[in-house]
């Protein structure tokens, strides 16, 4: 059985290589595990997280190791496009269908026939889209805008949202039927001030990406640096450490990576979102309401964490974060 996990883990760090996705910490090879194992099938999958945790890169490995690799992988935005625009980009249009149509235009969705079709911030869409989306996806058949030809297709979709889609069809701003039909396999990437202990080598990921175009050769990172990095709830997600690294390797100089050449990155993040007096509260309140869930489950970790509404091993990494595991547990025994 541990020759059996070992090999799993070697195989997801060779899966993570190949798709750019940075880190090792339980939280992402959970989500990688999940993503290989849906991978295979045909199934919807829904993608969901904020905005920067690498919704896209998750996409494009469960296509990749999918069935349907050797075939089309096609993306569209749904929030960069107005409604009657989006129409036509997925479903394509015939000559004459609007002013401005000269010509036939096939949509997103004849050119992923037998491939994946991406609909990335499927949240944004209106309620006649999402309809129609609907229709196409228990049907896989559609008509072109202006057309009364019937296509048939073959389409896998994977889509993405930065919202709580449960709670957007709770408000009544999007479809529960569509919901239930797209979030079959539902995989959720935390943000990265939960993954912590992947900073490290994200930073890593990013300096062997950018370095060359900066004509540096980076063999160490600045210690304070990585504390500053750690210590920081990172809004932007992975994406802002992204820009940061790089803005890191343009300004400074020499073969440690630091935030000395770039004070203004650095100030950055010590005064952006939120002051350090609301930053030490919020984590204050999160570190009792923790305290206070082990309390009522008399230090039971699993349930716990099903009361507070995350995986227990999230709750481990936020234990290990705090590191005061030991006060916790004498508190719950209080």
Not at 104 to 116: K, L, N, S, W, Y
Not at 131 to 158: D, H, P, Y
Not at 263 to 278: N, R, T, Y
Not at 310 to 334: C, N, P, V
């Amino acid at each position: 059985m541990a020759d059996q996990d070992k090999a799993n883990e070697l195989h997801n760090a060779e899966i993570c290589s190949r798709y750019q996705i940075a880190g090792a910490s339980d939280n992402l090879m959970d989500i990688v595990s999940l993503a290989r194992k849906v991978a295979p099938t045909s199934a919807p999958v829904l993608i969901t997280g904020e905005s920067g945790t690498g919704k896209e890169l998750v996409s494009s490995l469960i296509h990749g190791e999918s069935n349907r690799s050797e075939e089309p992988y096609i993306y569209v935005n749904c929030a960069a496009l107005a409604e009657s625009l989006l129409e036509s980009e997925l479903f394509g249009h015939e000559k004459g269908a609007f002013t401005g149509a000269h010509d036939r235009r096939i949509g997103r969705f004849e050119r992923a026939d037998g491939g994946t079709l991406l609909l990335d911030e499927i949240s944004e869409t209106t309620p006649k889209l999402q309809a129609e989306l609907l229709r196409v996806l228990e049907q896989q058949k559609f008509e072109r805008v202006g057309g009364v030809e019937t296509v048939s297709v073959n389409v896998r979709i994977i889509s993405t949202s930065n919202r709580n889609l449960s709670q957007e069809v709770t408000r009544g701003r999007f479809r529960k039927d569509l919901y239930y039909r797209l979030g079959g396999i539902h995989l959720f990437l935390p943000p990265l001030r939960e993954r912590y202990d992947d900073i490290q080598d994200i930073v890593w990921h990013f300096v062997n990406l950018y370095a060359p175009e900066t004509n540096r050769r980076i063999t160490a990172l600045d210690k304070k640096m990585i504390g500053t990095f750690r210590q920081y709830d990172w809004p932007g997600n992975v994406r802002q450490l992204r820009n940061v690294v790089r803005g890191a390797l343009i300004l400074g100089q020499g073969e440690t990576l630091s935030l000395d050449g770039a004070p203004s990155l650095g100030a950055d993040l010590e005064s952006d979102g939120q002051s350090e007096s609301s930053t030490l509260q919020l984590r204050e309140i999160e570190r009792r309401t923790i305290l206070e869930a082990l309390r009522r489950t008399q230090r039971n970790q699993a349930k716990a964490a099903v009361l507070l509404g995350i995986s227990d091993r999230t709750l481990r990494e936020k234990l290990r974060r705090y590191k005061s595991a030991e006060e916790l547990q004498t508190a719950g025994e209080a």
